[in-house]
């Protein structure tokens, strides 16, 4: 499986406050991106797979309102996530 938990654990580790800090909103965005950079290259191989699409397109809407609340509560925050994830806006 390409997310286990070992992997969830260093994701929220460099980006949350701990390994258990799941819920903050940089973790989220930061998993998200992971998700939606691994369902990109699988839409790459695997173009007729409209399911895994639409999956995608949710999923880059849930990190977009994430980024949107965090740009509007904090923006060093914001400046910050993006910055750490090559993201672009």
Known sequence: MYLDQTKKQEIFGKYGK???DTGSAESQ???FSYRISHL???LKKNRK???TARSL???V???RALLNYL???DVERYRAIIKALGLRK
């Open 18 to 20: 701990s390994t258990t």
């Open 29 to 31: 965005i930061a998993l």
């Open 40 to 42: 990109t290259e699988h």
């Open 49 to 51: 797979d409209f399911t």
């Open 57 to 59: 397109t949710q999923l």
């Open 61 to 63: 809407g849930k990190r």
């Open 71 to 73: 740009y509007d509560r």
